[in-house]
């Protein structure tokens, strides 16, 4: 699959390849939708940095949370997302992968609160 936010972004494709081990598939074996549905949890947390850079007052430590055109990303992977899921197959899948790799993050911050 070509898709965008794989293709043009190495970080993004390391990080949906380890995501994407998470629910048990390769990513020369993912479908479009398993890859879909783990970049839009990369770049949910990508538009909720940009958010949180806007809201940090100006003297904070917040260079790591730069927006990096986070909103044009997003706005492009919904309209990505919309044209290839198109049967309730596909969107469960797409569900499946983004729950699990939320689910990593997640136990990873809680791993580290403990």
């Not at 936010?5 to 993912?30: H, I, P, Q, T, W």
């Not at 806007?54 to 927006?67: H, I, K, N, T, Y």
Request: charged fraction near 30%.
């Amino acid at each position: 699959m070509q898709v965008l936010f794989v293709e043009d972004d190495a970080m993004n494709r390391r990080v949906v390849k380890d995501m994407l081990s998470v629910v048990g598939a390769e990513m020369a074996e993912a479908s479009d939708a398993e890859i879909l549905g783990a970049v839009y949890v990369l770049e949910g947390s990508r538009l909720g940095g940009a958010v949180l850079f806007r809201s940090a007052p100006f003297d904070a430590p917040r260079r790591f949370l730069e927006p990096d055109g986070a909103g044009p990303r997003w706005r492009s992977l919904v309209a990505l997302m919309d044209a290839r899921l198109t049967d309730d197959r596909e969107i469960e899948a797409a569900v499946r992968s983004a729950r699990a790799v939320f689910n990593c993050f997640h136990q990873a911050a809680e791993a580290e609160a403990a």
